[in-house]
């Protein structure tokens, strides 16, 4: 049976938003934020990093979201619900795996930055907070622009890339970011109005 080792608040609650909405069995093993909002040490022992999601899965160790979400896929998504369009689908499926990625590179390093910059004490640095603020509008903007009026990312329905956006789209609102995004809010709302998601809360506790 897959092992998650979940850290509270954050993004490997998606983890376990995407294996309910395969509903496959897992067991968790739950870890606390220290009060510095780190990891505790014992997550070494899962993986060197110390950081989660990470997955067990036999003898199979992963610690990156997107991989994870991928494996999970590849090998247990028997009615291939969030697979990528197949290869034939050549610019659907390259803008598929564009956004699977997206949301662990270029979205989170702005939204990273902002949390750092909440925590630092006055006078904020002045570079990073600018950078930090344009950032955001873009990557936030961006979202939101191709998101336009469709209910997922991609389309009518919740597909893979869905988890991360979903994550980068709450990690915003909980910086108070979102308020000039409803279309990113209402995407938010409809993701984790979702019964998998509900599940997913109850059992890891956020
Ligand atoms: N790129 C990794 C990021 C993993 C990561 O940084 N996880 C955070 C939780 S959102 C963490 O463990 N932070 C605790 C720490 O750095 O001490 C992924 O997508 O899984």
């Given at each position: 049976?897959?092992?998650?080792?979940?850290?509270?608040?954050?993004?490997?609650?998606?983890?376990?938003?995407?294996?309910e909405e395969?509903?496959?069995?897992?067991?968790?093993?739950?870890?606390?934020?220290?009060?510095?909002?780190?990891?505790?040490?014992?997550?070494?022992?899962?993986?060197?990093?110390?950081?989660?999601?990470?997955?067990?899965?036999?003898?199979?160790?992963?610690?990156?979201?997107?991989?994870?979400?991928?494996?999970?896929?590849?090998?247990?998504?028997?009615?291939?619900?969030?697979?990528?369009?197949?290869?034939?689908?050549?610019?659907?499926?390259?803008?598929?795996?564009?956004?699977?990625?997206?949301?662990?590179?270029?979205?989170?390093?702005?939204?990273?930055?902002?949390?750092?910059?909440?925590?630092?004490?006055?006078?904020?640095?002045?570079?990073?907070?600018?950078?930090?603020?344009?950032?955001?509008?873009?990557?936030?903007?961006?979202?939101?622009?191709?998101?336009?009026?469709?209910?997922?990312?991609?389309?009518?329905?919740?597909?893979?890339?869905?988890?991360?956006?979903?994550?980068?789209?709450?990690?915003?609102?909980?910086?108070?970011?979102?308020?000039?995004?409803?279309?990113?809010?209402?995407?938010?709302?409809?993701?984790?109005?979702r019964p998998a998601y509900?599940?997913?809360?109850?059992?890891?506790?956020?």
């Open positions: 049976m897959i092992l998650v080792h979940h850290l509270q608040i954050g993004r490997p609650l998606f983890t376990v938003f995407l294996l395969l509903g496959l069995d897992y067991e968790l093993k739950l870890y606390t934020r220290n009060e510095l909002g780190r990891a505790p040490a014992e997550l070494k022992e899962a993986h060197p990093l110390g950081k989660s999601p990470v997955i067990e899965d036999g003898d199979i160790t992963l610690a990156e979201s997107g991989a994870i979400a991928w494996h999970l896929v590849e090998h247990y998504d028997v009615e291939g619900r969030f697979s990528p369009p197949p290869l034939s689908q050549k610019a659907a499926r390259a803008e598929w795996f564009q956004w699977l990625h997206y949301t662990e590179a270029s979205a989170f390093a702005p939204l990273l930055l902002k949390l750092l910059l909440m925590r630092e004490a006055e006078p904020k640095p002045q570079l990073i907070s600018m950078f930090a603020a344009g950032e955001v509008a873009l990557q936030l903007g961006y979202i939101q622009d191709f998101l336009g009026d469709k209910a997922y990312i991609l389309g009518a329905d919740l597909q893979l890339p869905d988890f991360g956006v979903a994550y980068i789209t709450q990690m915003a609102d909980r910086l108070g970011e979102l308020g000039p995004y409803p279309k990113l809010k209402a995407y938010l709302d409809r993701a984790t109005a509900a599940r997913a809360l109850k059992k890891t506790g956020g």
